[in-house]
């Protein structure tokens, strides 16, 4: 295993450390606690909390900043931040309109994410919290309870935050916020496994010839494997699949993200992005946003996701209000 790290144990530090130092100071890190918060926070708007296992940058700390996250909560690599790290980042924020949590759909996540709440809660706090379920590959998946978060994440990060940088209430922020999750749909494609570095070898094999569809963001099964085969082809599969969700009609208004895995070049996701506006022309909708390149990796993981939301146009403008997220662009 080969990996530009210093010792396996101090990764996650340092790279909160490195977030830090590269983002103008515009971040800070709280002490002793791998969460990554904006320098300034206004408290008279809502503050947007989220986070997770880190191994998926710069999801989620590459997504703090004024217009998106308040703060970002890092876990150790594929593994849940604990609730007292969550209470941090939420009394960090404390923010007079209350705090919304966005918790993607990881059994780990869910329970301490929630758990986090409740103390909040108890200490008089106001949070409240969604839940992101963009992943169309699997109805119930091995690995979580329902349909897993994924990139779609990064969409609500942006619409949600948007909304409270306008000044919004809770309910308002949470309202644009399940606004986008009702509307987004994702799926993931496998090229190869990643190296987790405390385990130092792949945590899944696929044969020379062999891609897995639907595959998770830490190599969780996906629907099936198949066959490796021309991009094209496997983009019109992917959209298929996200479009049996969303049902686009002519003149739908939709964003879209083309996302790398963490080892997929830039020119193969551009590729990918060539056939994903193909398609979506041939439905008829219009795309308003897209973005195309690593947003929510997994870690070395060869493969890509495709994210598509349905719009309408408080969203379209939501999405492309300002923000300074260093991960964002």
Known sequence: MKKLINKVEDIVQEMCDGIVASSNKKLRKLKDCNVIVRKKIDTNKVALISGGGSGHEPAHAGYVGKGMLSAAVCGEIFTSPTPDMILNAITACNSQKGTLLVIKNYTGDVIN?????????????????????????????????????????????????????????????????????ANTATIGLGLDACIVPAIGKKNFELGENEVEMGLGIHGEPGVHKEEMKKVDKFVEEMFEAINKQLKLQKGDKVAVIVNGMGATPLMELYIAARKTQKVIKKAKAKIEFMMTGNFMTAIDMAGMSITVTKLDDELVKLLKAKTNALAFK
């Open 113 to 181: 994410f929630q758990l986090a709440q409740q103390m909040a809660q108890a200490q008089g706090l106001n949070v409240d919290y969604v839940i992101v379920n963009d992943d169309v590959a699997l109805a119930d998946s091995t690995a979580t309870t329902g349909r897993r978060g994924i990139c779609g994440t990064i969409l609500v990060h942006k619409c949600a935050g948007a909304m409270a940088e306008t000044g919004a209430s809770l309910a308002e922020v949470k309202r644009v916020a399940e606004k986008v999750i």
